[in-house]
């Protein structure tokens, strides 16, 4: 399956082309200068340049914080621009692939959120993915995925922020404990992505590592592994303003996305030990 990927350079977009490369199949993961999504005559190009039979948008404005600030910015980028690659994909006859979030919902619930749930975004960027996902879905080949608390090589992330503090010395560490999800390892996620475009799934399907944690939980294990004497103090969300709000209670229920591949999701302790091995890796052959 021929894939093609806007916003091919950052955490997610990687893993896609890892996990297509193991797959041997050709992927084409563009940068940002490449392929601007904004650009839709520049997206209309390279659909028709490499006529992909699915097209994978893992662009987007992920800075939470700073989309409340640049609100247009993240409106565009997020929502506006999907149409853009709508249209690239419809132009060649290809699938599209929509990556969103967690942050569409609110957060209010004590269940896991089932796709058809209704959306209530917090943040700006939640309703900037909420806008994406509308945008896609006017397109009658599209496939929503929502995901959740990314991690992975080549990108900032929770992990790899606590990881670096702990190994750093900056203990006590104060972790927000009150906020509950799931973190999804990007390896996991590209193989539950090439999965489901096989499949040629449409509408939105959830996806996340499992079980559900909160933030301190997951800190707690990057401790135990990194430096077990380092002490995690759980800490609740009001101690720790941000500028933008987050849902309290974020976890996906991933029983569609289970229907439809035929097996459970991965646990996130295995991709974040598989992060820490990889990390560890990296950093002993550049010499830290
Ligand atoms: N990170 C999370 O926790 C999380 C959780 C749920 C869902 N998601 C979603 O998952 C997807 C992938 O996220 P990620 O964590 O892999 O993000 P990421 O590492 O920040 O990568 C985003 C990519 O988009 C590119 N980009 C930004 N603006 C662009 C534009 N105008 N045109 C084309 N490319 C542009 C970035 O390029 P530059 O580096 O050059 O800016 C980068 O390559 C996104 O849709 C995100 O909303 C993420």
Redesign the pocket.
């Given at each position: 399956m021929r894939m093609l990927v806007?916003?091919?350079?950052?955490?997610?977009?990687?893993?896609l082309a890892a996990e297509g490369r193991r797959r041997n199949q050709p992927v084409l993961a563009?940068?940002?200068?490449q392929?601007?999504?904004?650009?839709r005559r520049r997206l209309a190009y390279w659909a028709g340049a490499f006529a992909p039979e699915v097209i994978v948008?893992?662009?987007?404005?992920?800075?939470v914080d700073a989309c409340e600030e640049r609100r247009q910015h993240a409106l565009?980028?997020?929502g506006e621009?999907v149409a853009h690659v709508a249209a690239a994909a419809a132009g060649a006859g290809a699938a599209l692939v929509?990556?969103?979030?967690?942050?569409v919902f609110d957060g209010g619930g004590s269940r896991p959120y089932r796709e058809d749930d209704p959306l209530g975004p917090l943040s700006v960027?939640g309703e900037s993915?909420r806008l994406?996902e509308e945008r896609a879905l006017a397109y009658e080949r599209a496939l929503v995925v929502?995901?959740?608390?990314?991690?992975?090589a080549?990108?900032?992330?929770?992990p790899a922020t606590i990881r670096r503090l702990i190994a750093d010395g900056k203990t006590p560490l104060r972790v927000v404990d009150d906020q509950v999800g799931a973190p999804?390892y990007?390896p996991y996620?590209a193989r539950a992505i090439w999965d489901l475009a096989q499949r040629r799934a449409t509408g939105v399907v959830h996806y996340r590592n499992r079980p559900p944690v909160s933030w301190y939980g997951v800190a707690c294990e990057i401790a135990a592994a990194v430096r077990p004497r380092a002490e995690v103090v759980p800490v609740t969300t009001s101690e720790f303003p941000r500028p933008a709000p987050r849902p309290a209670y974020s976890v996906l229920d991933v029983g569609r996305f289970e229907e439809l591949v035929g097996r459970a999701v991965e646990p996130w302790l295995a991709g974040l030990t598989d992060f820490l091995d990889t990390m560890a890796r990296r950093e002993g052959n550049s010499g830290d």
């Amino acid at each position: 399956m021929r894939m093609l990927v806007f916003g091919g350079t950052g955490m997610l977009g990687r893993a896609l082309a890892a996990e297509g490369r193991r797959r041997n199949q050709p992927v084409l993961a563009l940068s940002r200068a490449q392929g601007d999504v904004r650009d839709r005559r520049r997206l209309a190009y390279w659909a028709g340049a490499f006529a992909p039979e699915v097209i994978v948008n893992c662009a987007a404005f992920t800075q939470v914080d700073a989309c409340e600030e640049r609100r247009q910015h993240a409106l565009e980028v997020n929502g506006e621009a999907v149409a853009h690659v709508a249209a690239a994909a419809a132009g060649a006859g290809a699938a599209l692939v929509q990556v969103s979030s967690d942050y569409v919902f609110d957060g209010g619930g004590s269940r896991p959120y089932r796709e058809d749930d209704p959306l209530g975004p917090l943040s700006v960027y939640g309703e900037s993915k909420r806008l994406g996902e509308e945008r896609a879905l006017a397109y009658e080949r599209a496939l929503v995925v929502r995901a959740s608390w990314l991690f992975g090589a080549g990108g900032p992330s929770f992990p790899a922020t606590i990881r670096r503090l702990i190994a750093d010395g900056k203990t006590p560490l104060r972790v927000v404990d009150d906020q509950v999800g799931a973190p999804t390892y990007t390896p996991y996620l590209a193989r539950a992505i090439w999965d489901l475009a096989q499949r040629r799934a449409t509408g939105v399907v959830h996806y996340r590592n499992r079980p559900p944690v909160s933030w301190y939980g997951v800190a707690c294990e990057i401790a135990a592994a990194v430096r077990p004497r380092a002490e995690v103090v759980p800490v609740t969300t009001s101690e720790f303003p941000r500028p933008a709000p987050r849902p309290a209670y974020s976890v996906l229920d991933v029983g569609r996305f289970e229907e439809l591949v035929g097996r459970a999701v991965e646990p996130w302790l295995a991709g974040l030990t598989d992060f820490l091995d990889t990390m560890a890796r990296r950093e002993g052959n550049s010499g830290d």
